[in-house]
């Protein structure tokens, strides 16, 4: 009867339900008039549609550009459930508030706001990998002009209970969200903020924290010609002032199983900056520890670490990263036997190398160090000496510098071609340390003297005739 009352001889039909849209293609065949549907499945899409609607085009035009606008709606409601039922996200009671999404309900939870953060957490989950949860109070001034969100539009949430969920991580403190809406040249540009005050991060999935921070800060931003399109050009960026560590063993989770390197007890503080965008994420993190009981290649001792990771390059969805321009920098040791070399330091320097983001971490990367001593060096290269004393007393001099690559895997350590100099000292090596132990071959040069030292657990091979030779013939690992 609507299309019959219609005054024209072509008709656009706009069912704004998924259900009615089946019923609405079988019109065409029941009217002399030309009916085409736009499958809107809500009130949203229906008016991206009509601000698409040209009255000169050809009725069969106007329906495709429609549809594409539809189509390019990401749209959602929120409803109260009426009885129970059961969905894909698990049961729902009477009186439960539904995030409804295109394809389905994707949040239950017992308030409006809640079902709201939930179905913003699925829509925007597998676009920008940051997500929101958690129940507060929401509030919106939103200005509209032809069907369009306009400049001067705001919303804003605020929860004593909120959190922020990226990568493999969740910040969960007392925050506010904030949402600004204005425009740039011929471009609607939406800027979120969110502040978390009093954080704890975690790792998804788990309780512990290992991040206590004052305040976190994301900050989102986008830009389309109108409500029509999807937000393009998104950017979002993390920041986190200087937040404590209380236990500096939680990231034993990203070493290698097999503990050729373990923290054991120690404490510190962190600053991360992190940015994502359409072309590219890089983002620095810095962590300060003093005092940190560790072992390494199965020997304990104190440290103090300064740790500034530089990350360029990355890809999100394989979680690989460029680490150029990455330090590590150890000084302050302590042994158990109490001897001290609080004038030492070393540093590495990550002149090329990739860092693949998992649990435990995979690097492999080109290193420069500059050391005081390689006093420290040999004493973890001491079991390959064994109790020959005077080899260790004879390779320890100050002031060396060295290049290495580092291999870190789930499994095992590698140094290969592992080369320090310094006055009248050469150390060259390739080690690995896996569950079997510590294996390898060390060259050792001090003014005439040469030799080579191959090693595998508690077996060991001294070559002084051709030594340097014999270490060039090993393949490395």
């Known amino acids: 009867e609507a299309v019959e009352a219609a005054n024209a001889p072509n008709v656009v039909i706009l069912p704004n339900n998924k259900n009615i849209i089946a019923v609405a293609e079988q019109v065409d065949a029941t009217t002399d008039k030309s009916v085409r549907v736009v499958p809107t499945k809500g009130i949203p899409e229906g008016f991206a549609a009509l601000v698409s609607y040209d009255p000169d085009a050809e009725v069969d035009v106007v ?16 409803t109260q459930a009426v009885r129970e039922s059961v969905c894909d996200v698990g049961p729902i009671a009477e009186g439960d508030f539904l995030g409804i999404a295109r394809d389905g309900i994707r949040a239950v939870a017992p308030t409006a706001a809640e079902a709201a953060i939930g179905l913003l957490d699925y829509l925007l989950t597998e676009e920008r990998r940051l997500t929101f949860a958690g129940a507060g109070r929401f509030n919106a001034n939103l200005l509209m002009e032809a069907g369009t969100i306009s400049a001067g539009s705001s919303a804003s949430y605020r929860s004593d209970d909120l959190a922020a969920r990226f990568l493999d991580f969740e910040a ?3 925050g506010s969200l904030q949402a600004a809406f204005h425009r740039e040249d011929t471009q609607r540009v939406l800027d979120v903020r969110t502040l978390l005050e009093d954080v704890a ?4 999935g788990e309780t512990s924290a290992f991040v206590q921070a004052p305040r976190v800060l994301f900050r989102i931003d986008g830009r389309a010609p109108d409500v029509t399109e999807p937000l393009e050009d998104i950017a979002i960026s993390l920041d986190i002032e200087r937040a404590s560590v209380p236990d500096i063993t939680v990231y034993n989770d990203y070493l290698p199983r097999n503990g050729a390197l373990r923290l054991k007890s120690g404490s510190g503080t962190i600053r991360t900056q992190f940015n994502v965008d359409d072309e590219r994420v890089f983002g620095n993190i810095a962590l300060d520890a003093n005092d940190v009981n560790a072992v390494v290649n199965e020997r304990e001792l104190t440290v103090d670490l300064d740790m500034d990771i530089v990350l360029s390059n990355g890809n999100l969805d394989t979680r690989r990263f460029d680490v150029a321009g990455s330090r590590l920098a150890v000084s302050n040791v ?4 109490g001897r001290s070399l609080g004038d030492w330091s070393t540093v590495f320097a990550f002149t090329g190398g990739d860092l693949h983001w998992t649990r435990p971490v995979s690097l492999d990367a080109e290193t420069r160090l500059d050391m005081t001593s390689s006093g420290p060096l040999v004493e973890l290269l001491a079991g390959s000496y064994g109790q020959i004393r005077w080899a260790r007393e004879l390779l320890s001099v100050s002031d060396v510098v060295g290049t290495s690559r580092l291999i870190i895997k789930p499994d095992h350590v590698v140094f290969n071609d592992l080369d320090i100099r310094g006055e009248e000292i050469r150390i060259a090596a390739n080690l690995r340390i896996d569950d079997a132990g510590p294996r390898g071959i060390v060259f050792n040069r001090y003014g005439p003297f040469r030799a080579t030292v191959e090693f595998e657990g508690d077996e060991r091979e001294w070559t ?4 340097r030779e014999r270490f060039d013939r090993h393949p490395g690992f």
């Open 464 to 467: 002084i005739f051709s030594a």
């Open 334 to 337: 302590i042994y158990p036997d």
């Open 63 to 78: 329906a495709r550009f429609m549809s594409e606008a539809a189509a390019n709606v990401v749209a959602g409601e929120v």
């Open 172 to 174: 969960r403190g007392t």
């Open 201 to 204: 991060l975690v790792r998804q």
